[in-house]
């Protein structure tokens, strides 16, 4: 008794610790009681079990704050937050777990954090996309797409909105390099990540003001935190670009100190891409990555150390990049490029290559019982150099930028009290960009200084929950740059961007659930968009910014409503409706550029108040206990609200559907977890475009692709061996998707079939 009687609140500790906390622990939906439940105070480290009427009993309790986890197989575990300040009685609701009675697949989960919509890729649709690139990865999410620039280069885009409107978390740190450009893919090594997770919508308050299209979280395991060590090794293999991917991992904790630590690598390798009928000449592309993390954990303190290293060298297609005004016109639509050549691992000009390096030192202190304060600091260093294909000279790049980036992140979280939990925080960036002396000055020197400070609560009671949160950024743009008839040039802005949000989510029972949020959001521009001038090689193109740009303003409102823990049928349906003033993009012109490095296409950013809506549908029905049916479909408008014409490159409807099986695992067989799956990929052509939008070639038409998946985990003895195959556009279909840079001069990918083996140890 005496070591529960503590100043857990700051109570007076002569105080009477003779509270009482009972109830009944029931099915959710039925109302049964449930006998042998296990009903957990994570305080106190005190359990108890249910009794033969549901009844559950704890005495001798002091006035506080607890954390009450209830389990029992078969059901989702539950976690509820209270402060007792009077001997009290409270039910507990359980809902099925239709993932442990594997009847059905639920991809989603049940929407029990936060109002906005989220999806999270891990598990075995993760494991399906190993091989791929990060942007290519999450297109297996709902309402998520993808920018492209030829087979090599894909960034991801949420509800119709990318580039630096969707902020990207590695590790918990912001990731940051120089993604203006839509054909400069994250430097994020996807092979790390154990859950990539999609927060829908504008979601400035906790990340950043200018988070207008969403927010990626991209998440490792966390440390392990019992002794001994364990390890993998995945082998990965594409028949289309005959590309090899080799990844090892190793991790493990000290038994005399508490310690643990992991090391990650990985490297590959992939030659020129083959379309259905031709070769895209100079596509091959390689990759190295090393990751290392050390943490240190007390029950009170605690720090953890990161460090990252990415390289990565990538070819363009080499038809996109013309020496003349007539043969670019000519290339422009052609059913089949001039220029294919054969099969070749060789990575000539033009080719971009880009490392980037991440320091990351994070360390929390449980600040008594009020709660956790939590400091985390990034070093990012991304080097990236570009080189033309018509100026060559010789080992020097023609674009050769440096960009340094430190963040930090100061942030309290507080514990529940009086039914309200919730965080408090400031963040910084500091960015220093430079680039290499006698190469292209497509993007100025700059010094970006942003301070930021924020607050979100959430209030739950029973069936409800309502959040708020609200942010403020100040940002300092300092530019220097060079004009040929004024000379140096230094201008200099400040940007005061607000964000805010509202959101409810309401459990009505019967499996469904109901949520809503409005989210205001202020992005300031960047500085290329502000003051690029020049040759972007790696895009083909000449683009101009336009320094009398504003800040973009979003206002974001979403519904969503869940069925979930069913045994049938789970599922999600979100409607959003998107404004935003001043409007940032980058519009093709009709006519050319011709420079000493080439002929290329031409663009310029502009600003419009536009307004974006759509829906996302996904659902799994069980058609029998061992198939089921997989549905994600998102549809996405947009208009310009000033001039009522299209915008460019926004993302048109597509619908995947999936017939997955699951073999019965069997005693006697070396198989387990075997599954099948046969699915099919639409989508449409962006109707919603014209020659306004797209001045240079029209929207190329709808496409079919039809892909499988299998896989087994098989046993030799104590050794378990898991092996996969993912096949995708299986009938070779020819197409060209909108959203590609480079769908002006070829196809896209052909038939590939991934094969990967993986080893635990």
Request: hydrophobic residues 35%.
């Amino acid at each position: 008794m005496a070591q529960e009687q503590v100043h857990l609140d700051g109570d007076d500790p002569e105080q009477d610790c003779g509270l009482t906390l009972s109830g009944k622990v029931l099915d959710h939906d039925t109302r049964e009681p449930l006998i042998g439940a296990t009903i957990y105070i994570e305080e106190l480290q005190r359990g108890t079990l249910s009794d033969e009427y549901g009844n559950y009993h704890f005495h001798h309790l002091c006035r506080a704050s607890y954390t009450l986890k209830v389990t029992y197989i078969g059901y989702e575990e539950e976690h509820q937050s209270f402060r007792l300040s009077t001997s009290t009685v409270r039910n507990l609701s359980l809902h099925i777990d239709a993932r442990q009675l594997k009847q059905v697949v639920i991809t989603g989960g049940r929407l029990q954090e936060q109002a906005q919509a989220t999806e999270t890729l891990q598990g075995r649709e993760l494991e399906e996309t190993r091989g791929l690139s990060l942007g290519e990865s999450l297109k297996k999410l709902t309402g998520v797409s993808s920018v492209q620039t030829g087979p090599t280069v894909s960034k991801p885009v949420i509800h119709g909105l990318f580039g630096n409107r969707v902020v990207i978390m590695n590790n918990g740190v912001r990731h940051e390099s120089q993604q203006w450009g839509n054909e400069h893919a994250p430097e994020i090594d996807p092979l790390n990540a154990q859950q990539m997770r999609v927060i829908k919508g504008a979601a400035g308050v906790r990340y950043g003001s200018d988070a207008i299209g969403g927010i990626v979280l991209v998440e490792p395991n966390p440390l392990p935190d019992s002794a001994g060590i364990r390890g993998e090794v995945s082998l990965i293999g594409s028949t289309n670009n005959r590309m090899g991917t080799v990844a090892g991992m190793a991790e493990g904790k000290l038994r005399q100190l508490p310690l643990s630590w992991r090391l990650h690598t990985s490297v590959k390798k992939a030659g020129s891409a083959q379309a259905p009928r031709y070769n895209l000449n100079n596509t091959g592309f390689e990759e190295q990555n090393l990751a290392a993390t050390l943490g240190y954990k007390r029950q009170r303190f605690g720090a953890e150390l990161y460090y990252s290293f990415f390289h990565t060298k990538l070819g363009f297609l080499s038809s996109a990049h013309i020496g003349n005004l007539t043969d670019l016109a000519n290339a422009i639509g052609r059913e089949q490029p001039e220029e294919t050549g054969s099969f070749t691992y060789t990575i000539a000009r033009p080719y971009q290559d880009v490392t980037h390096h991440l320091l990351k030192a994070k360390a929390f202190y449980q600040t008594g019982e009020a709660g956790e304060l939590q400091f985390t600091y990034g070093l990012q260093q991304n080097v990236r150099q570009e080189y033309d294909r018509h100026r060559n000279t010789g080992d020097r790049p023609q674009l050769d930028l440096d960009l340094q980036t430190h963040t930090t992140e100061l942030v309290w979280e507080h514990k529940p009290f009086a039914n309200i939990s919730g965080s408090m925080g400031v963040s910084t960036i500091w960015q220093n960009n430079t680039y290499a002396a006698n190469t292209r000055a497509l993007l100025p020197y700059f010094i970006n200084t942003t301070i930021g400070a924020f607050a979100e609560e959430r209030w739950r009671k029973e069936n409800l929950q309502l959040e708020a949160g609200i942010r403020y950024d100040n940002k300092s743009l300092d530019i220097k740059r060079w004009n040929r008839t004024e000379g140096v040039l230094r201008p200099s802005y400040t940007f005061h961007n607000f964000s805010g949000s509202f959101g409810a989510l309401y459990d009505l029972g019967y499996h469904v659930t109901l949520g809503a949020n409005v989210g205001y959001a202020s992005r300031a521009p960047h500085a290329y968009e502000l003051f690029a001038n020049g040759l972007h090689n790696s895009a083909a193109s000449f683009e101009r910014g336009n320094p009398e740009l504003v800040s973009e303003n979003a206002v974001n409102t979403m519904a969503t409503i869940n069925y979930h823990s069913n045994l049938r049928l789970n599922g999600e349906l979100s409607l959003y409706y998107n404004t935003i003033n001043n409007y940032i993009y980058l519009q093709l012109a009709p006519d050319y550029a011709l420079g000493i490095g080439g002929a290329y296409l031409q663009a310029d950013y502009l600003q419009a108040d536009a307004r974006f809506w759509g829906a996302d549908l996904s659902f799994d029905y069980a058609l029998t206990s061992r198939l089921t049916l997989n549905n994600k479909t998102s549809l996405v408008y947009a208009k310009n609200r000033e001039t009522d014409s299209y915008l460019p490159f926004i993302t048109p409807g597509r619908t995947d559907n999936t017939l997955r099986y699951s073999f019965e695992d069997k005693t006697s067989s070396r198989l387990s977890d075997s599954y099948l799956a046969l699915g099919g990929l639409y989508v449409g052509r962006q109707s919603r475009s014209d020659a306004q939008s797209d001045p240079v070639l029209a929207a190329p038409d709808a496409y079919f692709l039809l892909h499988a998946e299998a896989g087994t985990q098989l046993q030799f003895g104590k050794q378990q061996v898991e092996l996969g195959i993912v096949g995708s556009n299986l009938l070779n279909t020819s197409y060209r998707d909108y959203q590609n840079r480079l769908r002006y001069f070829a196809d896209e990918m052909g038939r590939m079939i991934m094969f990967r083996i993986k080893v635990p140890l």
